[in-house]
């Protein structure tokens, strides 16, 4: 969800990340799943998998661009998850090591489930020092995917009639910058045009300089305050971490309680979530994996297992697990905690400039798969559903240093879909090679894309950092 990346003299990869990042709609890739009827079996090294032999046959659904349907994939095709057999378990576990190998990556919980079987592993190390071994069970940063609870108690909200998507966010914050033209949808959307208080380079150098800062809601979105918008409320898509402060602020204003407690009434335990966290502090609930970054003032990997998340807050400081995403990633596509009318209009889905990717309120379709992305300092996580197969799919990592450009989640996702589902295949593209920069005029040019990142993309320069050159100056952190 969250971060913070300075340039480094591998081919400006803090830009790349950072924009990677920005597409955090990837954020883990966490539960998939198939289908069958067969007898259940168990792969070595302890990962557990049933599988039975009948696909799943879901129906077609046509194509969503521009129409903004709920019911169609961006991909406008869909296709059937494939039978979870050992043969494809074996598939899985080999493509799964071979982007780990590629990545670097210390460790990954996947998770995949359907109607029909479920495959389950966690591989590699939780804790580098120590040699823990990554398990299923372990708590996990979720970065951008905290967006989804935001979004999901701001609707819970619109159905208790005490907000409206279309009521001017003055009508619940003082102080925002052209916020009576400013709809609580456009937030929702990522199309309210304001600069993303994560992608201001002092914000940037007062987080890097020291991770455990304390940051209040209101310092954050001043960081963002600062420049004039990026454009007109509702011309266009651009992932901001400022839109989900701001949503944060209207739960409180509306609901009447903090958002943490908030969402703890109202989705965490509505939605049967018992392992999923809003942290007021640092603190980490055990058992969890450590997390390794390489966003420091240096370019060096560093554990930020216990990095203050308040600079995140209702755009990314989410604790949970595998068991609790994997439900989770059903309840956010099919709405079981909305109003019919109220999920529909979440899932009214707009391009954002990427292909493939659309972004409705506060989740995006990718390539027919549904949910969002997430990635912070030490950890990226994928957490979908695939209605048309109800399969969902959970991704977890124990870092968020990219791989040439792009974010592991994303590799990983796209690896395990290319196998359980390959009609319907998650892809975001990588970063920028370009820095994405905030001009003088304090307008940023952030890449338009879907992020489970707090993707704050903009650096100190308006020009890329050359490949081979060294910077010491942040380029951006991201949820």
């Not at 460790?107 to 990554?134: E, H, L, N």
Request: charged residues 15%; glycine residues 10%; hydrophobic residues 35%.
């Amino acid at each position: 969800m969250t971060k913070i990346r300075r340039p480094h003299p591998a081919a400006s990869r803090s830009t790349r990340r950072a924009a990677c990042a920005a597409l955090a709609l990837t954020g883990l890739l966490a539960s998939a799943a198939c289908s069958g009827g067969s007898t259940p079996a168990r792969p070595a090294d302890g990962a557990a998998l049933t599988a039975e032999p009948a696909a799943l046959s879901p129906s077609a659904s046509g194509s969503a661009a521009g129409s903004g349907s709920p019911s169609s994939p961006a991909s406008g095709s869909a296709g059937t998850v494939v039978p979870l057999t050992p043969d494809i378990a074996n598939q899985l576990d080999a493509a799964i090591k071979q982007v780990m190998g590629r990545t670097s990556t210390p460790g990954v919980i996947v998770g995949i489930t359907t109607p029909g079987g479920s495959y389950q592993r966690a591989f590699g190390q939780a804790d580098k020092v120590a040699g823990t071994p990554m398990s299923p069970d372990l708590n996990t940063r979720i970065g951008s995917v905290t967006k989804t609870f935001t979004a999901t108690g701001v609707l819970r909200l619109v159905d208790q009639g005490k907000v409206g998507l279309d009521d001017p966010v003055s009508k619940y914050v003082d102080g925002v910058p052209g916020g009576d033209g400013i709809t609580i949808r456009q937030l929702a959307g990522m199309r309210s045009g304001l600069f993303p208080y994560s992608s201001d380079p002092d914000f940037v150098n007062a987080l890097i300089s020291d991770p455990n800062r304390v940051f209040t809601p209101d310092q954050l979105l001043a960081y963002g305050y600062k420049h004039p918008a990026n454009f007109p409320p509702g011309s266009k898509f651009e992932y901001s971490n400022s839109n989900y402060i701001l949503l944060g602020k209207v739960i409180e204003k509306a609901g009447g309680e903090p958002v943490g407690q908030f969402l703890k009434d109202q989705v965490f335990t509505q939605a049967g979530l018992n392992g999923t966290v809003f942290p007021t502090d640092a603190s980490f609930p055990d058992p969890h994996a450590h997390g390794y970054t390489d966003q420091t003032p240096n370019g060096e990997t560093t554990d930020a297992t216990d990095w203050n998340p308040s600079w995140a807050w209702s755009a990314g400081a989410v604790i949970s697990d595998l068991t609790d995403l994997q439900n989770w990633a059903k309840t956010l596509a099919t709405g079981s905690l909305l109003n019919p009318a109220t999920q529909g209009q979440r899932l009214k889905t707009l391009p954002t400039g990427d292909p493939g990717v659309r972004y409705g309120l506060g989740l995006f379709d990718n390539n027919g798969w549904i949910g969002h992305n997430g990635s912070l300092p030490g950890y990226e996580t994928v957490a979908v559903y695939l209605p048309q197969s109800q399969a969902a799919l959970v991704v977890l990592l124990n870092t968020d240093v990219t791989y040439q450009g792009s974010e592991p989640s994303s590799l990983f996702a796209q690896a395990i879909t290319q196998i359980v589902s390959p009609k319907n295949v998650y892809s975001l593209p990588p970063m920028n090679t370009a820095s994405p920069s905030a001009s003088s005029s304090g307008s940023a040019s952030p890449s338009a894309s879907p992020s489970g990142s707090a993707s704050p993309s903009a650096s100190p320069s308006s020009s890329p950092t050359a490949p081979g050159s060294a910077s010491n100056s942040p380029t951006s952190v991201n949820v």
